[in-house]
């Protein structure tokens, strides 16, 4: 596991980034690996498909300050050969990205994999020209459903000395989710897309409730360590931390209180008002039924009386 970054950034990725990146890989993968169908069709063999192949990409974003915004991405061609990627067509993209997006600029460059390699440090260091210090984004597309974070890690470049020799190495770095509006529409919709085969609506049902579920079971797993936390913290077997306790205090001032008496009365009244609503609807529905049938009564009455018939007293 490589060590925490010292360098005091503040990194912020946007979804955007991470649906690209898994675009990218998705997309090179199924044309590494093309369906059997389709091979059959064209009478082609299916290519060998790599087991441990990668993407590589550029990360685009802003930095004010001591907060590094990772904002989009775009791909990039690597020549397996020479192990580096093209200058040529990083040059252009670059050109092309400055003119529609003046104020993002190159903060680093992204690849596949679970970790990041030795190997990766030549790539990194010809990136240094554009950006002194840039940043390495790694995406696992291994699935892992036991795993709760995102499988996202953010690299950066730290000179150490190792057996006395001064190495640059890649440290994590932590970092949060940044979202805008049209980001969180645009997740929220891929989120709800249709199966492609189809599938029935008990199917959907059973995915969206799983999913609730699951994101339950997160919450509450995630309330259990703070309660415990607390708990241990109150008793002393760990150092208070007045931070943290202040988080903890202003995230219960911001629930919503209900369980205090003027919420009751407030909900009680509207209840109440509900109920009124239902029963003047039913009266005014039955007392409708009974001027139907007095009509229909009053009618048949008027007919007997007309063609001279015995009378049928009105109950």
Known sequence: MAPSSSSGLTFKLHPLVMLNISDHFTRVKTQLNPPSSSCAAGNTPAATFPQNFRVYGCV????????????????????????????????????????????????????????ANES??????????????????????????????????????????????????FVDASYTIETVEAERISVDHVAHLKPSDGGSAATQ?????????????????????????????????????????????????????????KFNDNFLMEYNDKLLMSYLAMITN?????????????????KKSRTGGSRIPFM
């Open 60 to 115: 685009i974003g802003a930095q004010r300050g001591r907060t590094v915004e990772i904002f989009n991405s775009f791909e990039l061609v690597f020549d397996p050969t020479t192990d580096s990627l093209d200058r040529a067509f990083l040059e252009k993209k670059q050109e092309l990205y400055q003119k529609v997006f003046p104020g993002f600029y190159i903060l680093g460059w992204y690849s596949t994999g679970s970790e």
């Open 120 to 169: 990766d440090m030549h790539i990194h260091k010809a990136l240094m020209d554009i950006n002194e210090s840039p940043v390495y984004v790694v995406l696992n597309p291994a699935i892992n459903h036991a795993q709760k974070d995102l499988p996202v890690t953010i690299y950066e470049s730290e000179f150490h000395v190792i057996d006395g020799i001064p190495q640059s190495i």
């Open 205 to 261: 049902l059973a995915a969206h409730l799983t999913g609730i579920h699951s994101a339950i079971k997160m919450l509450n797993s995630r309330i259990r360590v703070l309660f415990q936390y607390l708990v241990a913290m109150q008793k002393g077997d760990i150092p208070c931390d007045n931070s943290l306790l202040r988080q903890a205090a202003g995230l219960l001032r911001s629930l919503p209180a209900a369980h205090s008496e």
């Open 286 to 302: 039955c007392t409708s039924n009974m001027n139907e049938v007095v009509d229909k009564v009053k009618t048949a009455y008027a």
